[in-house]
């Protein structure tokens, strides 16, 4: 029996450079990957990049019907990967977990937990629930401590009203400490 | 500023023994540690009581509508300690966090993820997404792995149906691994 | 393959109130425990005590010299637990980790990992380099932050200089942190 | 008090893209970083590397007998990264602790446990025994379980003698789990 691993983190914590590495070891190795992001995610099209400069061809896009469950059995692969894995469905992330105990795949996925007002994402919760392993990649606050909050910026700006899913445009993000957080905004 | 930590496992796996380990080694350097537990929990009163033989008595029983805010200036303690927070209502949970935050008092919880169907607790899903740490205990399943279901038992046999809180009378619990979990039933 | 696993702590954290929940959960699914410490630990003779008020028989005083490669096909057992880590020789922490490895049986060993003027036991060393988990228990200083330090204390007063194996009579230890361990001594 | 972090790993698991990352991640928040390496590795010159694909060149070269106390006054970082740490003398790990707990600044040590043989590099040996977190990267086995062990490679063959530190040329790494390193070799 394999695992499902949800890694999570702050936004700009470098995700994305992780999942490539891990694919690069399963690579270097000889061994298949398979790597995924959900559809809803735009950003980059059907390429994962990251902050630092790598950037790959995701192998498969995933729209918010999908069924995952034949995912394995069509490409036989040694590892799944899947990128911004706040944007599944909870029923695909079930089809995940079945797969790493059913087919004995390592299921690993990336995400963030909440959005700029520490709100869930009702995808990522199902991750948190029934992962077999949840791992935390740590990044740093302005303040040095470690960020746990996506603070929203427009025109370097906190902002905490919109929606909930703005990535693109003019919208930034800053990972930020609770203390920090809590000091730009009284909830 | 300290941090709300979530320290989940599966049933059975030791969780109020390491509770009260925790307050004993406050306590045993002469700082104050206050005790909570959700009144929703009916098991054992106003005690915490672990498998192991260890017992002591509750500080403060929460109700589903108490605030937590007034929690530690009424009462100045060095920990805050939570078991059975699986309990907890959302907006409790971030008042937690808020005592953390603003009073720098370091909230521990512990709590389960997930029922004996894999569903979620609506409570215990808060503390995954907004906790500073979340950390696991592990125990074992009957077949030697890292158990993470909570299997429901009625004289000895699975079931897969009633309600979400039964926690009393013939029904027990049995924590496996998902592998046995997915043997005992399809989903 | 089952893994060797080191769990250490500062002191008074704890480690044999968890080694023996560890023991209670593999027997109460009907497994058995092999539960051994070294001689060189004359605390308490043969039994496992900890600070909370638990107490358990070793089953296997484990003297310096002893091999280790016969403990399991003499016993069959389904865990091997160790309290008191440091005082293994190097080669019987090979050993562990061969019975680990070879024959499929989960070794856990609770430890510390330096004395208290911060130097090694050159016998935990060991543990830390080839166990296939390194898991730390976590235990507060006086100032509210984790302790890592083990200071000695004689009638209440940190002590610099001594042996490094005194456990017993007046000697005492209060685990610190490093800015108060330092605060208390510039090395 | 900032901490003394070793994140130790198999070789080629990503440590230095891990260590690229976490510089980036301070930069891009306009906080400064001190890249160091011990001078006996002399892979790559001046330079750090890693097999994906990044690079960055080193700000220090450490020799073996530098003192490091020097290193933070003269400089004023916010964070002190270190490659391939299993190089650094215990003088200089001690000294490292030192900047974290007295001036707060966080260090980074990256680095392995053990060599070809799985014996201990004299010098990695201080950063398990006194960081204030040990973390490990994992990565896999030709099996697909998680590496732990250096294997060394001549011409595809794995080989069992040999100096330690053999790290150019024709000598070759793979990382292998305990169980096919047994199986390559009965110890």
């Not at 036989?76 to 992330?93: H, I, M, T």
């Not at 004995?104 to 937990?113: A, H, S, T």
């Amino acid at each position: 029996m394999s695992k499902l691993y949800f890694r999570y983190a702050a936004m700009n914590a470098g995700k994305t450079t992780s999942l490539l590495q891990v694919a690069h070891n399963y690579q270097e190795r000889g061994m298949r990957v398979l790597i995924c992001k959900p559809a809803t995610d735009t950003k980059a099209g059907d390429q994962l990049s990251s902050r630092i400069g790598l950037a790959k061809k995701v192998d498969v896009l995933i729209h918010p019907d999908d069924s995952l469950d034949a995912l394995i059995p069509e490409t036989g692969v040694d590892c799944l990967l899947v990128d911004e894995a706040q944007f599944l469905s909870p029923k695909q992330v079930d089809q995940l977990r079945h797969i790493a105990v059913k087919w004995n795949v390592p299921v690993i996925c990336y995400g963030i937990r909440t959005d700029f007002l520490m709100k869930w994402f009702p995808w990522s919760t199902r991750l948190l629930e029934i992962a077999h392993s949840i791992e935390e990649l740590k990044t740093i606050c302005r303040c040095g401590k470690k960020a746990v909050c996506n603070m929203r910026l427009i025109n370097g700006e906190p902002v905490f009203q919109g929606d909930q899913g703005a990535i693109d445009g003019e919208v930034e993000y800053e990972s930020v400490c609770g203390r920090c957080f809590l000091e730009e905004r009284v909830w």
